[in-house]
């Protein structure tokens, strides 16, 4: 899958995200890597921010937006085929985007979202 095939269904799994759940997400930006660090080359995805569990009052005066980045290599390289990776990259959005809600990934390993 090309680079801007692999960017277009993150789209669309964004967009198969339901609207009154992105609605909620607060300051965040979503990026598409080829690789992660390499301490970590099996990493699909991850979040980097301050969930909205452990924001205070004063959290947004000059915050930076909370990222969620996608990893290309890890996931071509996990997927047998074009199905199974859309699949895989819409489960890996909807995990990142639990962990902006406070979901950690033990909660998601319970509801099916490993």
Same mark, same amino acid.
């Given at each position: 899958?090309?680079?801007? +095939? %692999?960017?277009?269904? *993150?789209?669309? @799994?964004? !967009?198969?995200?339901? @609207?009154?759940?992105?609605?909620?997400? &607060?300051? *965040? *930006?979503?990026?598409?890597?080829? +690789?992660?660090?390499?301490?970590?080359? &099996? =990493?699909?995805?991850?979040?980097?921010? *301050?969930?909205?569990?452990?924001?205070?009052? @004063?959290?947004?005066?000059?915050?930076?937006? &909370?990222?969620?980045?996608?990893?290309?290599?890890?996931?071509?390289?996990?997927? #047998?085929?074009? !199905?199974? =990776? =859309?699949?895989?990259?819409?489960?890996?959005?909807? $995990?990142?985007? #639990? $962990?902006? %809600?406070?979901?950690?990934?033990?909660? =998601? $390993?319970?509801?099916?979202? #490993?």
């Amino acid at each position: 899958m090309s680079r801007q +095939e %692999f960017e277009d269904a *993150v789209g669309d @799994a964004l !967009d198969a995200v339901p @609207a009154e759940l992105m609605s909620l997400l &607060d300051n *965040v *930006v979503f990026f598409v890597e080829d +690789e992660p660090a390499p301490g970590d080359p &099996d =990493l699909l995805g991850i979040y980097e921010g *301050v969930p909205l569990t452990e924001r205070g009052d @004063a959290w947004a005066m000059g915050a930076l937006p &909370d990222r969620i980045t996608i990893y290309r290599g890890p996931l071509l390289r996990m997927c #047998a085929d074009r !199905d199974e =990776l =859309l699949d895989e990259i819409a489960i890996t959005v909807v $995990h990142e985007i #639990a $962990h902006h %809600f406070g979901i950690d990934d033990h909660r =998601l $390993h319970e509801l099916g979202w #490993a």
